[in-house]
């Protein structure tokens, strides 16, 4: 299944007309123009590949901010079963989960504070595009950010009460403002100290800290 093959299910001006519905918060920045379906497919698709989610058995899906939800459609399409967990602060979020038919959980990531309990355990949890590690922005702008002892909490709360035996974690990261990596010197030590394998603007971790987790992973959990 291709992204072209993805579109042509999706009524586009249907998901168009949500933005009439739910406009732009007053304040708040156009950008991510979420209605465009065939630029978000497109994203997702090479998501759901990077992780080869269109090639293996069927897998519980756990996607933290998960926004307008593509994610979660396209891993249902896959076979996968998804839930989404995010804020409800942006109304249009609400309009295209509804949309999209994906279940999430309304909630909030605070720093050196459990999730909620969900009620089971999966076999991926993923971050896209992360920004709950963002506490304010300071006077010059510049966002302040969880510390590594922030981020250890964080990850073994997903570890231990989130990921399945075999479960991985994939946290992909927004580029920092000028445009290096988010894994500053410090935070690569860091998450490679959790075990994690880092590529490019991601780190996936492995239930088992002691492993070293693959992208293509297409055994039966």
């Avoid at 269109?54 to 249902?76: E, H, T």
Wanted: with cysteine.
């Amino acid at each position: 299944m291709n992204s072209r093959q993805i579109l042509a299910g999706i009524d586009r001006t249907e998901l168009e007309n949500l933005r009439e519905r739910y406009p732009y918060r007053p304040n708040a920045r156009k950008i991510n123009a979420y209605e465009d379906a065939k630029y978000w497919i497109g994203v997702n698709v090479r998501r759901a590949q990077d992780l080869w989610l269109d090639r293996s058995p069927p897998l519980q899906i756990l996607d933290l901010g998960c926004g307008a939800g593509y994610f979660l459609y396209l891993c249902r399409l896959f076979g996968h079963e998804g839930l989404g967990f995010d804020t409800d602060e942006e109304p249009f979020f609400r309009g295209t989960t509804e949309f999209f038919n994906v279940r999430r959980v309304i909630g909030r990531i605070e720093p050196q504070t459990p999730l909620p309990d969900l009620g089971r355990k999966f076999d991926l949890v993923t971050g896209h595009r992360v920004c709950f590690h963002r506490l304010t922005r300071t006077d010059n702008g510049e966002w302040l950010e969880w510390r590594p002892a922030d981020w250890e909490f964080f990850i073994n709360d997903i570890r231990t009460r989130f990921l399945k035996p075999e479960g991985r974690l994939l946290l992909e990261f927004n580029p920092r403002p000028d445009a290096s990596s988010f894994f500053t010197d410090e935070l690569r030590a860091f998450f490679e100290s959790q075990g994690a394998r880092i590529f490019r603007w991601k780190a996936l971790l492995a239930a088992d800290p002691n492993q070293r987790p693959r992208f293509k992973q297409t055994r039966k959990l």
